[in-house]
């Protein structure tokens, strides 16, 4: 089995007395791709957010590439260097053209040359069929390119593991297309992925595991193309059976 990247053991995450996680366990393999399933309101976004340090969890450890992870302000701006994340919202800085959105962090975090960081930008942009666009405006964009652009900009941190939060979620249907392709690329390139999604052909193509969740339980932890095919609990097939794909 491949080196884990990301262990989660016994996580545990409430808001006041509303409990949202419960005894989360899960690994992530290097160059794996994981997708988190389940219903509405079970805990995935919550889950991911968790992993780079925009939620607070109340107990449980996380160990990345090896090393325990203790959270804090700090530790956690150095692990989202390491950890790239993209959401359903864009987040593109209006006033900025499509190149200096992506700068921003090589520039400015990382303190990298600026001649290749550009560079690195301009190629991430050609392989994403966005080249043409590097001194437009987001006001520009549709939705399907500002969210490449949201992907590219995290890969230009050069991340060694990137969460998708439903990132097709506001898209419109000829858009999404696009964005998946983004991104089954980059399991192609064995980029170590955790991904939430609703795009169920585009999950059982790419999933090497599902953790699948409800209520904040992981009821199951199954290989991509079995759960697909046979999954362990009634609950997910009921999942699926509700899915149209």
Request: proline share 5%; charged share 20%.
């Amino acid at each position: 089995m491949a080196t884990p990247l990301l262990q989660v053991e016994h996580l545990e995450k409430s808001y006041g007395d509303v409990h949202i996680l419960h005894d989360i366990n899960l690994t992530v393999p290097t160059g794996s791709v994981t997708v988190l399933l389940g219903p509405s309101g079970s805990g995935k976004s919550t889950l991911i957010r968790c992993l780079n340090g925009l939620e607070d969890f109340q107990s449980g450890q996380l160990t990345f590439s090896g090393q325990p992870v203790t959270p804090s302000p700090k530790t956690w701006q150095q692990l989202r260097q390491k950890i790239g994340m993209v959401f359903q919202s864009y987040d593109l800085f209006p006033n900025l053209t499509v190149l200096d959105n992506i700068l921003l962090g090589p520039l400015k975090v990382q303190h990298r040359a600026k001649v290749e960081a550009k560079a690195q930008a301009i190629k991430l942009l050609e392989e994403v069929g966005l080249a043409d666009y590097q001194a437009a405006y987001p006001r520009q964009l549709s939705g399907g390119q500002k969210q490449r652009i949201a992907i590219v900009r995290a890969l230009a941190l050069n991340p060694e593991f990137m969460l998708f939060d439903e990132v097709t979620a506001s898209l419109d249907p000829e858009m999404v297309r696009g964005v998946l392709e983004v991104m089954r690329n980059l399991a192609k390139q064995k980029m170590t992925m955790l991904v939430v999604t609703h795009e169920m052909n585009f999950a059982r193509e790419i999933a090497d595991q599902v953790i699948f969740l409800e209520d904040g339980h992981i009821l199951e932890r199954t290989p991509g193309k079995q759960f697909f095919a046979q999954p362990q609990t009634e609950r997910a097939q009921l999942f699926l059976n509700s899915m149209d794909f």
